[in-house]
Structure formats: structure tokens, C-alpha cells
């Protein structure tokens, strides 16, 4: 009889290879290791060769980097949704993407199990299994940092020196990592305390601002409908502009922020994320807007923004509300067309210029030098009427019963009631 088939999602990081081992001494599996190369720097055969080695019976890599660009950091960057004003949910947009390629395999491998190396404190475990649920709800789950022996990553660090299990990290160097084409994130190790400075070390996708080159960098981006689509008037397809603007990001020290977040289950955390090129398109986009669109659909668009950043964050991609919002967004953005200009400059990404044949903005009404298109005398009566209801207000306030006040009557004043405004 064959045995039962469980999907792994396999980064061939510390958790994933003891977890590789654990479920072949644990259960009788069959398992097959999934790898998702969403862009982090890794040596994916490598991966799938130590994946065999360690026990498992079929190693596949996915590369996901242009769904994950088009599909999931666009409608994110259109929605200008950033949780907490901070992440910019790099790990959170990956993930439901990720549980989706799992869940595809287990069909094609007719697998009913799914298993992952989330801990049970962490985010990434409910972003996994809601997306899991929500495409296939017959799907079994094994999340063995919930229940198994294990207390902390030095016990995995044990387990794998134990059983010759090939591993990167170390008792010095144990931050937990992920990495994607759209950021890196940085856990444990010195950031457990809120109060210590993280080492400049930490660095990986770009320098510290501080280290940055002490010229400006200027770089334009095109927009069509809300898509970054060329960078310096190259077109280049997503995958290849994102590099580019994590290359100068990078460069300049751009988009690493140190933050403390509100995890979805119920802990303060605190980490670090690089996020070069991201940083650079979630303030050329705002720009842009800014120049485009009105200001109701800007302040609506601001409620919006906040909400679809925390369905993210929440690993609730797949829901109807998510998919609403996007809709609203995409209708926004069917104007947003046009060049943005910015100015790089250790750590800091500045719209420098803006343009677009779609702009609201008129110089001829805005100048302060003579124009023939505003008669400043129109602001008198839109003042009166804007002010109305608080000129009613301040008569009401300051009349009982339609008697004047004190101090009106010291200034022989007549004080009016409200109903002597109205036919």
C-alpha cells in the first residue's frame, strides 16, 4: 500500500530540515518538499539536492517572482496599503501566494496534507492555513511547532547537529530571516530587547544610511494606471524593474525601518526590514496620486489603504472584502498615468517631480502672481455659506431665549436668533 503523501513547504532553512527529518522518524509519510522562489537570494538546486538527502521523495521549486510582483505587490502599492504606517508586508503579501502553489501541488500529487514550520506565535501560520482553507477546506494541516517537544530554535540547533542535518544558522548568528524580490525581514538574536540598537551588521539588502553615498541619486519612474511600467524611460517588465529599484535603493541606504508591531495574535514583536525598492515605489505612487487624484477620493482611499493593509497582515487575501477593496482601487487608478522624479539620498526617497497628462493641478489657478481664470471676490459668498452653520451656532450660543448678552449690551449690540435668517 502507498503511503500517505504530505507537502512540505521547504525553505531548507533551520526549521524545514529538522521538521524534514522529524516527519520521516515521526509519521509514516511520503514526503515531498515545495520550495517557493519568490526572489530571495538562495541556490535553489542546492535546496532541492539536500531536500532528497535529507529524506524527502520529490524536491520541486516554484518560481513565483512575476505572480508575486503583478498579482500581489501591485494591488498592495495601488491601495497604498502599509501596516501601521511602517511594514510595507512584504512577508505578508508572499505568504498566501506560497499556501496557493502548496495547495496546487497537493492536487497535482494527490496529497491531503500540508505541513509547515510556523511557530506557533507567529503570523505566517494563519496567513498559511486561511489561504489553505479557503481554496481547499479538506486539507490536513501538521503545524509541528504547536505541539511537538521542541521549545526554541537552540533545541532545533541540537537536533540537527544530532542527526548531520546541514544548517546555516549558529547560537551567534540566529535571526530568524525571510527574504523575497520585495524585502528581507530580521527577528530574535539582539532585537528581543526593544532597547538595543540593531547591528549594522544586520544589513543585507542594502547599506546603512548613514554608509550611503554622499551624492544625490535621481531616478524617474513611469506609471500606466497605477503600474509602474519604466525607470528612466526604460520599459522593463516586473521583475526586472523591481531589481533595478532595489539597486538603487540599496545603493542609497533607502527603506530599512526598525520597527515594533502588532502581531495578529495578540503579542507586540519587533523587527527589521529592508525594503529598497519598495520604499521607493510606495512614495513615487503616492506622489503621483497626489497629483491626480481629488481629495475626497484621497481621503476615502486613505480608510481603505488602512483596512486592506491589515487583511493582509491578517493572511486574508482570499476573502471577498480584500477583493472588493481591490476593485474599488483599480477603479481610482484608471487615470494614473504619468513620471514620477525621485531624489535618493542616504535613507531617504523624495518625490523630486511630478507629471501627468491626467493632473488636477492648473498653475494658472494656483499661482500667486495676477491670473484671469480666479475672481478672488467669489471666496466672500463661499466663505458665508461654508461658515453658515457655525455662524448659526455662535447666535444660539450666545442668545438665551433671543436676549442679547452682557457683553453685547455693552456694546449695544442687537442679537439676532436664529429664525429671524430664515423666510
Known sequence: MA????????????????????LKENYDYDVIAVCCNAGQKEDFEAIEKK???TGASKALTI??????????IYPTVKAGAIYENEYMLGTSMARPLMAKKLVEVAHQEGAFVIAHGCTGKGNDQVRFETTIKALDPSIKIIAPWRFWDFQSREDLLEYAAAHNIPIAQSQAKIYSRDENTWHISHEGGELEDPW????????????????????????NIDF???IPVAVDGEKLDPIALLTKLNELGSKNGVGTVDIIENRLVGMKSRGV?????????FAAHAGLEKLVLDRDTLQYKAIVAQK?????????WYTPLREAISAFVDSTQELLTGTVRMKLYKGSAIVAGRKSPNSLYSEEFATFSADEVYDQSDAEGFINL???PLKIRAMQKFSVEGMPTPEHEKLGRKVLKAGDFVE
Do not use: C
Open 3 to 22: 503511503k500517505e503523501k504530505v507537502i512540505l513547504a521547504y525553505s531548507g532553512g533551520l526549521d524545514t530540515s529538522v521538521i524534514m527529518t522529524w
Open 308 to 316: 486592506m493593509s491589515q487583511l493582509i497582515y491578517d493572511g486574508l
Open 51 to 53: 531536500a532528497i538527502a
Open 224 to 226: 500606466e494606471k497605477g
Open 273 to 281: 526590514y529592508e525594503t529598497p525598492g519598495g520604499t521607493i515605489l
Open 386 to 388: 461654508f461658515s453658515l
Open 196 to 219: 538595543n540598537e540593531h547591528y549594522k551588521t544586520i544589513h543585507v539588502l542594502s547599506v546603512p544610511p548613514e554608509d550611503a553615498p554622499d551624492e544625490v541619486t535621481y531616478v
Open 63 to 72: 518560481d513565483l517572482r512575476e505572480e508575486f510582483i503583478t498579482d500581489f
